[in-house]
């Protein structure tokens, strides 16, 4: 079955305590991205990837960092947690983003809380 | 100003109802536009792409006003199924920006 999977899908951590979430998918997609859903601000990216061992900013990186060492895996690492990160991530994959087809395949989403 | 802008709702309407959606974007630049539909807690799927023509897909039919920089989803004949967020999505630039969303509740 193709898919997204991200892992862990709840978590409740403390603040300045280091977490990565994974982000695996089966679709040998070559685009990769990270969101954070929050409520009146819907999604917001993170950081992206055109492929592997290219990672690009997008518009609220800070207190991230990601890295793409296979094609398949883009985990997200929160080195030091803050408050302000508790919020709902998405990781989404797809064929290279064109203005041909918009879809984003996601993953089920992570419920990060940082108290 | 948020590049791409929704009415957050909440649409409360009753099965069999038309109802529609509005979403403006802010670049001019924007190539093509795109509906995801989110379930409650859950991830977002691509509902259906927006052509300047119109689309049709079943009870859905969205449109684009490159002039007014306005993209619409129109639901005929809402089903309780139909209820879930929707997300209007707007491509430039290799990057996909989402605006945040209109909830809808179809009730019985």
């Known amino acids: ?115 | 100003r948020k590049e791409v802008e929704q009415d957050p709702g909440p649409f409360n309407v009753p099965e069999g109802a038309t109802v529609a959606f509005n979403c403006t974007y802010s670049n001019s630049a924007s190539q093509s536009f795109f509906w995801y539909r989110q379930d409650c807690r859950k991830e977002p799927k691509l509902l259906m792409s927006v052509y300047s023509s119109g689309n049709e897909d079943g009870r859905f039919t969205a449109q684009l006003n490159r002039a007014s920089q306005y993209i619409s989803l129109l639901i005929r004949d809402s089903k309780l199924s139909d209820s879930a967020t929707y997300l209007c999505v707007a491509y430039s630039k290799g990057k996909l920006i989402f605006g945040q969303g209109t909830e809808l509740s179809v009730k019985p």
């Open chain 1, 1 to 115: 079955e193709a898919q997204v999977t991200q892992n862990p899908r709840y978590l409740i951590t403390v603040t300045g305590k280091k977490l990565t979430v994974t982000c695996s998918q089966n679709m040998n997609h070559e685009y990769m991205s990270w969101y954070r859903q929050d409520p009146g601000l819907g999604l917001r990216q993170i950081y992206y990837s055109m492929n592997v061992e290219v990672t690009d900013k997008g518009d609220v990186p800070e207190g991230y960092k990601v890295s793409r060492k296979e094609k398949r895996n883009f985990p997200l690492i929160l080195e030091s947690p803050s408050p302000n990160q508790t919020s709902l991530y998405f990781c989404a994959s797809s064929l290279p983003v064109s203005g041909n087809t918009g879809e984003l395949f996601f993953g089920e989403g992570s419920r990060l809380t940082v108290l």
